[in-house]
């Protein structure tokens, strides 16, 4: 189990899932791509909730690089059902108009991911759905699957295939041209300056099938309530901001304590209703720092146990045994060979 904090993008677990679930369909092993991307099996189980966008960014790197496929995440996006939207996709599928559904996609896109938004607006007599992802290291894979899913999505919505008048993407054409355009079933442009889709605005008024005021109370409410809850920062993520500070990963219980105005007791209390204890918050803390710095060669391991806090390298290494299995050095050496 990881304990997440809560003002560090993430993605849902379900999507994260649904896109490990495609790629099995693709004929890639979850354990495999796991691996690679440096991901423990635990961490991607039912009972976690989310998982951070960096190690969601992992996932897509290893998952391309085994695909050795150019359109992985185009043929990704085309595996992905409502499902993996759940609350997200019960909301607009209540709403009354195109219109409606796609704002609850913008007010509520943080339950599914923290990776990019959606922007919808017009351009002359045409609207225009854009794409922004969240990062600037995202592969062209991120942006094929976001909008062949929302692509797919609204024509669930709707009931209709013709949707799209064009489409803009900012990379290049990969391959396959004639998959592009069977599935958009429009005019692409690549090497463009946005991600984006054209349609007619008319679609915008269109009632949708399966409006029910009702129920797009109920799921609204319930969406409410979650995106509440992930703009929360616990006294978990708290206590996870102060030690991930330059310099303050070794600080003790009652130094991280005076710091939120409170005694050391009275944080121990608070971390115990959570579940958890200040060790194992800190014991986190230096798993995640001591991955990241083994991913540097420049970083000796003897300096890594210094920055880590540990009085001797050997002590490091046994944590780090506890921790993955094997030594720093055998974990640096699996690296490379990968």
């Given at each position: 189990?990881?304990?997440l904090?809560?003002?560090?993008?993430?993605?849902?677990?379900?999507?994260?899932?649904?896109?490990?679930?495609?790629?099995?369909?693709?004929?890639?092993?979850?354990?495999?791509?796991?691996?690679?991307?440096?991901?423990r099996?635990d961490?991607?189980?039912?009972?976690?909730?989310?998982?951070?966008?960096?190690?969601?960014?992992?996932?897509?790197?290893?998952?391309?690089?085994?695909?050795?496929?150019?359109?992985?995440?185009?043929?990704?996006?085309?595996?992905?059902?409502?499902?993996?939207?759940?609350?997200v996709?019960?909301?607009?599928?209540?709403?009354?108009?195109?219109?409606?559904?796609?704002?609850?996609?913008?007010?509520?896109?943080?339950?599914?991911?923290?990776?990019?938004?959606?922007?919808?607006?017009?351009?002359?007599?045409?609207?225009?759905?854009?794409?922004?992802?969240?990062?600037?290291?995202?592969?062209?894979?991120?942006?094929?699957?976001?909008?062949?899913?929302?692509?797919?999505?609204?024509?669930?919505?709707?009931s209709?295939?013709?949707?799209?008048?064009?489409?803009?993407?900012?990379?290049?054409?990969?391959?396959?041209?004639?998959?592009?355009?069977?599935?958009?079933?429009?005019?692409?442009?690549?090497?463009?300056?946005?991600?984006?889709?054209?349609?007619?605005?008319?679609?915008?008024?269109?009632?949708?099938?399966?409006?029910?005021?009702?129920?797009?109370?109920?799921?609204?409410?319930?969406?409410?309530?979650?995106?509440?809850?992930?703009?929360?920062?616990?006294?978990?993520?708290?206590?996870?901001?102060?030690?991930?500070?330059?310099?303050?990963?070794?600080?003790?219980?009652?130094?991280?304590?005076?710091?939120?105005?409170?005694?050391?007791?009275?944080?121990?209390?608070?971390?115990?209703?959570?579940?958890?204890?200040?060790?194992?918050?800190?014991?986190?803390?230096?798993?995640?720092?001591?991955?990241?710095?083994?991913?540097?060669?420049?970083?000796?391991?003897?300096?890594?146990?210094e920055?880590?806090?540990f009085?001797?390298?050997?002590?490091?290494?046994?944590?780090?045994?506890?921790?993955?299995?094997?030594?720093?050095?055998?974990?640096?050496?699996?690296?490379?060979?990968?």
């Amino acid at each position: 189990m990881s304990t997440l904090n809560p003002s560090e993008k993430t993605v849902s677990m379900l999507w994260v899932r649904g896109l490990l679930t495609a790629a099995e369909q693709m004929g890639m092993k979850q354990s495999v791509i796991l691996e690679q991307a440096g991901v423990r099996p635990d961490e991607v189980e039912d009972g976690e909730s989310r998982l951070s966008l960096d190690k969601m960014v992992s996932i897509w790197r290893a998952g391309e690089a085994l695909s050795g496929d150019p359109l992985f995440g185009f043929h990704m996006g085309l595996r992905l059902r409502p499902t993996h939207f759940q609350l997200v996709a019960f909301t607009m599928l209540s709403s009354e108009t195109l219109a409606d559904a796609l704002e609850k996609i913008m007010k509520y896109q943080r339950l599914i991911s923290d990776g990019g938004e959606i922007e919808v607006n017009y351009e002359g007599e045409q609207a225009c759905l854009v794409y922004k992802p969240a990062r600037s290291d995202f592969s062209y894979h991120q942006i094929d699957v976001a909008l062949v899913a929302i692509v797919a999505f609204t024509r669930w919505l709707l009931s209709k295939e013709a949707i799209a008048i064009k489409v803009q993407l900012k990379h290049s054409n990969p391959a396959g041209l004639s998959e592009y355009q069977d599935f958009f079933g429009c005019p692409i442009e690549f090497d463009s300056d946005k991600n984006a889709m054209y349609f007619e605005p008319r679609l915008l008024d269109e009632r949708l099938p399966g409006h029910d005021s009702g129920l797009a109370a109920m799921h609204e409410q319930l969406a409410d309530t979650q995106l509440e809850r992930l703009s929360v920062v616990s006294i978990v993520g708290q206590v996870q901001q102060i030690l991930s500070q330059p310099g303050q990963m070794l600080l003790s219980r009652d130094e991280v304590a005076q710091q939120l105005a409170m005694s050391g007791r009275s944080l121990q209390r608070k971390l115990q209703e959570e579940s958890i204890s200040f060790q194992q918050i800190q014991d986190q803390l230096r798993h995640q720092t001591a991955l990241n710095l083994l991913n540097d060669e420049a970083s000796s391991l003897t300096d890594i146990a210094e920055h880590l806090g540990f009085s001797e390298s050997s002590t490091f290494y046994r944590a780090f045994k506890r921790w993955e299995g094997v030594t720093p050095g055998e974990y640096r050496q699996q690296l490379k060979a990968q």
